[in-house]
Every structure is written in C-alpha cells, then in structure tokens.
C-alpha cells in the first residue's frame, strides 16, 4: 500500500462526508451515536478478543506496564465507551445555533450561525476508548473525522470502527464521515497532518513528545495541551483555612494531572504564619518541598529550588515554593515561569482578586478555588475534546464547541449596497 | 545590522511590551489614540514630506502607477489618518469583558474573561495609511504590535511611528507597545512570521501573492484573506426586481472588491423569463457574460465559460453564469467552486433560503440582499482588520475581536474538587 495515497483518499472520503455531516440533522447525528452504543454493547466478546489480541501483542514486545495498562480492555471498559456514546447524544447540537442577529441601519440583519469546521484529524496513543469517544465528539459537532490511534490497540480499533459505521449507516449518515486509519505505518500521521486540502484541524491527545512532534510537522491548524505548571498564590489577605484546603487538594488529590498545582507562591507578610502549616501539611502527604532562601528558612526540610525548578511541572511528589512580595512579584513570577495552564490566588482582598484575574495570562485563572477544577466536565461542558494551552481559536478547557465556528448570516429583503 | 538579531530584539520587546498592554486601562488606550491624532495632524507638512521623498523615489524606480497612487499621501489623507485614529478610540474596549459566569454544583462560578491574544504583526504593502489603521486596532485590543509595511514607504511610516511613540508616552503606555520596523531588508518579514516566542498571530494585509507566501512560511497562526470568488443565485421563486436590483449591485457597485459577485446562478425555471434581463443590465454596465451552454442560447452575447471561469475571482467587468436545475445544484456547485467568502440566494421560498443559509459553506451567507454587504463596517463591527476565509478562529470580516481569545475564570469560596 502506498501510504500517501492511502491517506489522500481517506482525506478525499472525509472532505466529501463533511458536506452531509454539516446539515446532518440532530436526530440522525444522535440515532447514529445510540446505534453504535448498542452495536458495542452487542459484540463486547468480538471488542474484548480483539483487544486480548493487542494485549498479547504489547506484552510479547515488552511494552511498558503502565502503557499495557492504558491498552486493556475490560468488559466495564466496553459498557463505559456505550454509555460515554450515549451520553454526547444527550448533549445540545452545536452545529446550526444561530445568534446575534441584529438589524443594521440599511435594512439588513446580521448574526452569526454556528458551522462545524469540516474535518478533524484525532491522533492518539494506545487507548481504544478514545476511538469512540473522539468519533462522538466530532459527529455530534457536525464534522467528518480520521482517527489515527496507537499501532498497539490497531486490532481493537478497527472493531470499534465496525460499530462506528454501522451506526452511521443505520442513521442513513455517510460511513466515511468517520474514518478509523488501517496501517500501522508511522507515515500515516505525517501525511495526515499535511493535507490541508482535506483536514482542517488536528487534535492531538497524547503525551507531550506526541503533541510537540505533530505541532512541528503540522501544516494545518493543531489544537495543542502542553504542560501545566499550575501556581497557588497565598495572599498577605488570605483565608488560612481556605489556603490549606485549596493547596491540599491542587497539589495532591491526584499528582498526575495536568490541573495539579506545581508551585507554591507565599505572601511575605504572611509567610511565617502560614507557610509552616502549608509545609507540614504536604509533607504529611509525602511532598518534598523544594523553595528559595526565605523558604528553607521557614521550612528545614526544604531543599533549595533551581531556576528550573519554577519552569517544572513534577506530575510527582515535589513541589516548588517562593516567598514574594506582593501581589504584583507574584503575578510576575507567574507570567514569567508558567505554562499559562491554571492558577489561583486565594485572598479575602477584593482589589488584589481582580486584578490576579485580569493580569494573569493562562488559560484559566481562579480565586480562592483548587486548581483542580480546570477541566471540561466541572466547567459544564458537557464533553472535553482537550485542554488548548494556546490562545488562537480555544484556550482552556475545549468541548465541543472548539471543533465548530460561526459563519456570518444575513436576512435581507432586497437590500443593496450605497 | 544583523537582520535576524534585529527582529528578535523587536519581539522580545514586544512580548514585555504586551504585559502592559493587557492590563491597560481603556482610557490609557484611548488617551494614547487621540494623543496620536493629535500629533499626526501637527505633523502634517513633516509626513507629506516624508511621503513625497517615497514616491519620488518609488516613481524613480518605476514602480506602476495603481501602486504609485496606494503611496500617495494627502493632506486630506492625513486627516483621514488622525480621524481614523479618533474612531478607534470611540469604539468599546473588548478587554476585559466577562460574560457567561454561571454556578456549577459544586460552588464555583466559571466563565469568561476576554483578553489579548498578545503580539501582532502586522505584515502590509506601501499603503502609509495601514501604518496608523493597524497600530490603532491592535492598541485597543490590547496587544503589543510589530508593523512591517512596504519597502517603497518606509520614510513615511518611520515619520508615523514618531507620532505613534509620542502618543504612546503621552498616555504612560510603553513605546515598544508598537513598533515598526525600520528595516527595508526583506529578511525580516521572514524573521517575523517565524518567531512563536514574540509573536502570537500574523495578520497579512495586501494582495493575494503577498499572504500567499507569508502563510507558506509562516510558524505561527496567520489571520489570511484570499479569493472572493463570490455567487448570486438566483432562485425559482426569485422575486424579479430583487434579483435584478442585487446582482447590479453585487457585480457593478464595485468591480474590484473581495466581496463582488464573480459568479451568477440562475434556477432553470426562471432562467428563460430572468437571464435575459438580467443579461441585457449586466452587458448596458459593460460586463461580459461566459456562460453555460443554456445561458448562451438565451444570451446571444455570451461567450462560453470553461470550467476555469467558475473557480475565477476576475475583479474585472466579466461574471460567469450557469444555469442550475435547483437549490441542490446551486449549493452543490457553490460549495464546489466557490471561495467561501461570500454568498447569495434571491428566493421568496422560506424553504430554499433556510437551506441555503444552513448548506452553504461560506464564510458570509446570504438572503435577498448584495454580496457587497460583506465588510466589517456594514455588520456593525466598527473596525475591520481583514476578512478572513479561514474557519479556525475567526471567519469572514474580522473587528478587534479577532485579536483576542477568551481566558476561562472562577469565583470561588474555598472550593476544592471531590
């Protein structure tokens, strides 16, 4: 097989389904997606030995536990990926929201409708149940999609792609509106994301090694996560309660997230009153402690911070710790060394709240909450297609309405120009 | 001067220089505007100088005529840069703007703040006007500006950007908030479109060649503007007068703008009562017709289109024609050849308009009224810093919103995640 042309033709294919997919009723698009949540719900068997094969595969080539681990599917794991189908048809329809329209002084009235974007390019790792879910997303946002999934899961994948379609087809919606990628050659992504003719968007959903290399190749627009190196702010005005509870559950409910708290920022003022408390607290929970001068004086058992430690996002144990000033030292200290994800002051002083939410640049800035809640679901919306660290098109947290745009619409009554 | 070193030392200064922008309050932004204004018409006998030292040299080097006239700066073109300067001012300040706080079940308000999307460069060609027009618009939307114009008028914006810097200063805003590069080195354009560091979105501002060859180099996204290849169609329910008085306008009003209708389609119901009239306008304005098989045995005049003809922005007295079976066609053959600028239906059927408006894929859709209504001023925006016929991030006439992304925020009260 000649991968480039392979590719075009699936792009061509996808290109021709996005015309169907963009008037493509609610009903069909939401009878297509219970359709295929029963069809996966009837062959679990058929999905679960496709997916013991992979398994079987990924172990013999040594694959990494926690990778094998990603990979397994279980029988909770198949009804999981119904009821997440099941759960986009229940969403609101994007595509077709018409809003703002507005008479203008020469008579005619203007607004926006709400358009898909054509077609989405998914490339992900090793997790069968992204294959689902990122078909859901992009069907019910009116888009025709090629999904390029990890060459471990490929056998589990094209199963679920037998439902996809026969979801899609028992809807009367076209079966190449969504694609799952055969080969397992490493090509494929490269031409994927350079065929701008037929793809509009790339989401990658991955690890950064992932995103960064597809960012790189790419010749059309990538919806990108990179990292989150999320910051606590403790106010000179800060509740010490509030402080406690907001840096316990942002920096350890769960160490791994992209949304956990990385560095500790403390008020001068306040710092011997509270970071002692807040040190002992984590170190309790087994975090080391690594922070600057004023830091370690406060706290013995912090080691000291390198400049590299404030631009880290640990995804571990570790947390990195500074005394400033003020709210403004803390603010730049931010804007200089975070990845722009999340952050969040915690104060009882108004003047001091607003302006760390004006002034922070990251995609989502919070007062007195955990850091922990940047995330699609907590924010409403219903479904997460990624977090975008960048500012173009969708920053933050990105449902579906991240794979749609609005085209200008106009109600004339033969109106022309003077 | 070491070229590349040059245009690193503009962004970095730029990237500190968009820190305070974004927090500018609106009357720091607007006060630096009118200062501006003010300076500039001061400046008058100093720019018109410096505008006629370009086009004596620019006439030298033979540059044409079209070309030498876009250099041309008058006394009444200064006003109408200080003037333009003061609109600017008058227009509402989008940073800032906080929309959508809802509460979630679990306490937090979460919505969305709007802010800047950081450093703009603009990219444009000897027209001195876009010197002042650019660096208003992105100063009000709050981002720091890099601004490269033609070589041929670069005397004349270096005596704009004096204006700019003293305007700026007046208003205690940062001088590098707005730079324009003194190089004429074509190297730096290059330089420019490839520093994602500094730079967060390039906005092209010329003809087709130029964004043609800035999108192909481009590292960071590129706000782009191509073809408007635009279509009238006229329905089998057309209302007569409508149809006659809107295709006037759309394809004589102006020959040479983006937003002219390049294309007539007409509902072969209609075709033998309409066409013939509507032919018999178009060739009194001098317009040639390259139609269709039907349209020439109804047109004598007509020549015959090839298939080039229907995928052809020809800003010139000529339009091509085809007669189309239905709405079916017309959308299919719209969605085919078509640039996706702009878009119209003539109908009296609700039906027919309504899928027009849901099927056409175009960045602006239209019922009953002139393609020529596509623009930033006549939809109410009050600024247009291009037309874009991307989907990703802003589609059709882009205001200062396009230069601005949405950052999410929360309210909380000591909330943390379960």
Redesign the interface.
């Known amino acids: 097989m000649d991968v480039k042309d392979y590719m075009e033709t699936l792009g061509r294919q996808a290109r021709a389904a996005s015309?169907a997919m963009?008037?493509a009723s609610t009903a069909a698009k939401n009878a297509a997606l219970l359709a295929m949540a029963a069809d996966i719900r009837a062959r679990q068997a058929e999905l679960l030995a496709a997916n013991a094969e992979d398994v079987a595969e990924a172990r013999a080539n040594g694959l990494e536990p926690a990778m094998l681990d990603r990979l397994t599917l279980t029988a909770k794991g198949v009804e999981s990926m119904a009821q997440g189908l099941e759960q986009v048809a229940t969403l609101p329809d994007p595509i077709?929201e018409i809003t703002d329209m507005?008479y203008?002084p020469?008579g005619?009235q203007?607004g926006k409708?709400r358009?898909p974007?054509?077609v989405v390019g998914i490339i992900y790792e090793a997790r069968p149940n992204v294959t689902a879910d990122a078909a859901a997303l992009c069907l019910k946002s009116g888009n025709a999609s090629i999904l390029r999934g990890g060459k471990e899961a490929i056998r589990c994948n094209q199963a679920i792609a037998v439902s996809v379609r026969k979801g899609l087809a028992a809807a009367g919606l076209p079966e190449t509106a969504v694609q799952v990628v055969e080969t397992t050659d490493r090509a494929a992504v490269g031409h994927l994301v350079a065929m701008p003719e037929f793809v509009?968007?790339i989401v990658p959903r991955g690890g950064k090694g992932l995103i960064e290399r597809i960012s790189k190749e790419a010749r059309v627009?990538v919806i990108k996560h990179l990292d989150g190196n999320c910051h606590v702010y403790i106010d000179a005005s800060a509740?010490a309660?509030?402080a406690l509870?907001?840096l316990?559950?942002?920096k350890t409910?769960r160490l791994g997230t992209c949304n956990t708290a990385e560095s500790l920022l403390v008020a001068r003022p306040v710092a011997a009153a509270l970071l002692p408390q807040l040190a002992a607290m984590l170190i309790a929970k087994g975090v080391e402690i690594r922070g600057c001068v004023e830091t370690q004086a406060l706290v013995p058992q912090a080691k000291a911070a390198t400049e590299e430690d404030y631009y880290t996002e640990y995804l571990a144990a570790i947390i990195s710790c500074k005394v400033v000033a003020d709210v403004d030292e803390a603010i730049a200290h931010i804007?200089q060394y975070s990845s722009a994800h999340t952050e969040?002051i915690v104060t009882e002083d108004y003047t001091r709240a607003m302006?760390f939410?004006?002034?922070v640049?990251?995609?989502?800035?919070?007062?007195?909450?955990?850091t922990?809640?940047?995330d699609g679901f907590?924010?409403?919306l219903g479904a997460e297609i990624g977090i975008s660290t960048d500012?173009?098109?969708a920053?933050?947290?990105v449902g579906l309405e991240g794979l749609t745009?609005?085209?200008?619409?106009?109600?004339?009554?033969?109106?022309?120009?003077g």
Chains 1, 2 share one sequence.
């Open positions: 015309r963009a008037k077709g507005k203008r020469t005619i203007v409708m358009v974007l054509g509009d968007v627009p509740d309660e509030k509870k907001i316990e559950n942002a409910q804007n969040t302006r939410l004006r002034e640049d990251s995609s989502s800035v919070m007062v007195n909450a955990s922990r809640f940047a907590e924010y409403g500012k173009f098109h920053r933050g947290p745009s609005q085209k200008w619409i106009v109600f004339g009554n033969g109106e022309v120009r």
